[in-house]
């Protein structure tokens, strides 16, 4: 069982737009920032979007993060079939003083 | 080419040994923040330990006590050594340069590809 949460699966249909939550606590999301990643199959996982909005160079602005609270969200605009892949999302927890990931979210695009 | 290329994995009884490597190319080891992630199949990521810059490691509960993070400065090498390895170890092991601790939520801006350790009889 992770310490954040997200739903197990999201799905779209290409041009679409697409969100996917991440729920957390007072000792993670609510007091630090948020990180995602993208794994596409057989692949390791990617930077996608780091300190809760910013993406790092060559991810393209289709992806967008937000916070707020003790919750996060990552936005997937334009929605394309190379965009399937499982997503997840990740933060400092003070408790137990380590870093966190949430479930994964399997994203497929219809 | 800045990348990370790990090796070492394979399969190993409960109670064993493995020490991976990683490998590093286009930057250099021991100025950053370095850590192993590991995946079990199917499932989702965990952060296992890292090493900072300055030497300082740390570890995650489940491995605490078990397995030592270290780094070979001379081979830009960094390396998880893991004893009394059990089933629940089984996982994708990666290795990933972090940026951002301490300040920020810690995140990998560089993963290596990944090696698979089995712990099975």
């Known amino acids: 069982q992770s310490v954040l949460t997200q739903p197990p699966s999201a799905s779209g249909t290409p041009g679409q737009r697409v969100t996917i939550s991440c729920s957390g606590s007072?000792?993670?999301?609510?007091?630090?920032?948020v990180n995602w990643y993208q794994q596409l199959p057989g692949t390791a996982p990617k930077l996608l979007v780091y300190?809760?909005?910013r993406r790092p160079s060559g991810v393209p602005d289709r992806f967008s993060g937000s916070k707020s609270g003790t919750s996060a969200s990552l936005a997937i605009s334009g929605l394309q079939s190379e965009d399937e892949a499982d997503y997840y999302c990740?933060?400092?927890?003070?408790?137990?003083?380590?870093?966190?990931f949430g479930g994964g979210t399997k994203l497929t695009v219809l | 080419e800045v990348q990370l290329v790990e090796s070492g994995g394979g399969l190993v009884q409960p109670g064993g040994s493995l020490r991976l490597s990683c490998a590093a190319s286009?930057?250099?080891?021991?100025?950053?923040?370095m850590s192993w992630v590991r995946q079990a199949p199917g499932k989702g990521l965990e952060w296992v330990s890292v090493?900072?810059?300055?030497?300082?490691?740390y570890y995650a509960d489940s491995v605490k006590g078990r397995f030592t993070i270290s780094r070979d400065n001379s081979r830009n090498t960094l390396y998880l050594q893991m004893n009394s390895l059990r089933v629940e170890d089984t996982a994708v092991y990666y290795c990933?340069?972090?940026?951002?601790?301490?300040?920020?939520?810690?995140?990998?801006?560089?993963w290596g590809r990944g090696t698979l350790v089995t712990v099975s009889s």
């Open positions: 300190s809760n909005d």
């Open positions: 286009g930057f250099t080891v021991s100025s950053n923040f």
């Open positions: 090493i900072y810059s300055g030497g300082s490691t």
């Open positions: 990933a340069r972090e940026e951002g601790r301490g300040v920020v939520s810690p995140y990998f801006d560089l």
């Open positions: 990740a933060a400092w927890d003070v408790r137990p003083n380590a870093l966190v």
């Open positions: 007072s000792s993670n999301i609510g007091t630090n920032t």
